[in-house]
């Protein structure tokens, strides 16, 4: 768990960017350089490109935050090779990003060391600002020695990182309340270059294990697990759950308001494959209330497929298989939300079921199945079980081979398409059981005639 996000009001972002901002154009490398496979071109072209960004744009400005150069137009290219610069890679024209970048550099070139952050795995590090102490932001280098889906000593692997940066592109209109993130390039004098997500820290005194649910505001919860759903979080646990600090403005007659919540670490979410997510908030009395109005609203304009092809745009190294469990849990989202599930109904969905000391798919899985195996039938049982990906994930459903989860990788294009005909029309009828089952009265009691 990483601690993250809030606002620094110390500095003036635009008084920041006058004094330590200056654009360049950058000529971007045809390869992804987060990608492995990549790596020893990338090593030998550094200096000449930067990761992140789609290979079909060759060349645009990107920004590129340094300290002042002396007086004297003489010194000036001498003495900016030799200060820090702090590159945006992805997410450049999010919301908040920029003012974000430009405080860390002004922090980075002050001097101002990384600390490792207090709680969590290790790999996560604090960056205070210039002025007050304060801290600006998280970050999380990327270390491809680190296993996936764990952080290492140095820092995380490459897809974790994308992760973060994904989760916040994919918040639109900072709907889930996930702090300003971006994949950023930190280049210091006679050092090598630090690729690393970087995301807004914020003050608070609580997560939510330590409160307990009963003082969250249930538009905050509901929100947070629109969020998990479309991501497939399978670590969303107290821990990464941040409470705001509750307004200073606060009669002490008045009881209490409630709280607002800030979701952080997103490095699990998703997942190339289908998994069981945790979901915390899902036994919260707030999941079982109904979507408001602007909340189904919100569900109902979101566009799966314009989501996809934003996540491929800015993060070309993100794969693909990670990229279609957005699209497919959006769309469930969305058929869901329409029926009038609740937050808690949709993820309990989602969730597997342990039956007799055995894990069982979880209905979402289950549908899944059926629809993939009805596009690319299960491989016979004469036939030999081919081996994981390179990445170790196995492809695909085949029961004969014993594989547990259901991956999207092996699906051409076209393929892919007609999964997703089939798995809505069998989703419509798995709503409406899940919808009738809801309505029906508990065990042992009864109705009015």
Not at 148 to 177: C, K, M, N, W
Not at 413 to 431: H, R, S, V
Request: overall charge negative; aromatic content about 4%; some cysteine.
């Amino acid at each position: 768990m990483a601690i993250a996000v809030g606002r620094f009001h110390d500095v003036d972002p635009h008084d920041v960017r006058s004094r330590h901002c200056r654009l360049h154009s950058v000529a971007q490398l045809d390869s992804p350089l987060l990608d492995r496979d990549h790596r020893e071109h990338s090593d030998a072209a550094a200096g000449a490109g930067h990761t992140g960004l789609s290979p079909r744009r060759r060349s645009q400005s990107s920004p590129c935050f340094t300290t002042v150069a002396p007086a004297g137009a003489e010194h000036a290219d001498r003495s900016e090779s030799k200060m820090p610069r702090v590159e945006i890679i992805a997410g450049r024209h999010a919301r908040g990003v920029r003012e974000l970048i430009a405080e860390a550099a002004a922090a980075i070139a002050s001097g101002t060391r990384l600390v490792p952050a207090q709680s969590g795995l290790g790999g996560a590090l604090l960056l205070t600002g210039s002025r007050g102490g304060e801290h600006v932001a998280v970050i999380k280098q990327l270390d491809d020695t680190a296993a996936p889906g764990s952080p290492g000593i140095g820092g995380y692997e490459s897809q974790a990182v994308l992760r973060e940066v994904a989760a916040f592109l994919l918040d639109h209109d900072g709907f889930a309340s996930v702090e300003p993130t971006a994949l950023i390039k930190i280049s210091r004098p006679a050092m090598p270059a630090t690729m690393a997500s970087i995301q807004r820290f914020v003050a608070h005194e609580y997560d939510a294990g330590e409160l307990g649910p009963s003082r969250f505001s249930v538009a905050s919860v509901h929100r947070v697990g629109i969020l998990d759903i479309r991501l497939l979080n399978i670590d969303r646990h107290a821990g990464n759950i941040l409470v705001k600090n509750p307004p200073s403005s606060h009669s002490a007659s008045a009881p209490p308001p409630p709280l607002d919540l800030v979701p952080i670490d997103h490095s699990l979410c998703l997942p190339e494959q289908l998994d069981d997510p945790y979901f915390e908030w899902l036994h919260w009395p707030q999941s079982s209330l109904p979507f408001s109005d602007d909340e189904l609203a919100y569900v109902a304009s979101l566009d799966p497929f314009k989501d996809a092809e934003t996540l491929r745009a800015e993060l070309p190294s993100l794969k693909e298989p990670a990229i279609r469990i957005l699209t497919l849990c959006t769309i469930f989202l969305k058929r869901a939300a329409a029926v009038g599930l609740c937050l808690a109904d949709i993820g309990d969905m989602m969730t597997r079921e342990f039956m007799a000391q055995e894990e069982g798919l979880s209905t979402l899985e289950a549908l899944c199945k059926q629809a993939h195996d009805s596009v690319l039938p299960p491989r016979p049982p004469s036939l030999p079980c081919p081996p994981p990906d390179g990445d170790g994930v196995d492809e695909g459903t085949t029961s004969s081979c014993g594989r547990k989860h259901v991956s999207f990788g092996d699906l051409s294009f076209a393929e892919w398409a007609a999964f997703l005909d089939t798995f809505e029309q069998l989703l419509a009828a798995a709503l409406e059981a899940k919808k009738r089952g809801a309505l029906l009265p508990a065990p042992g009691t009864t109705t009015s005639p």
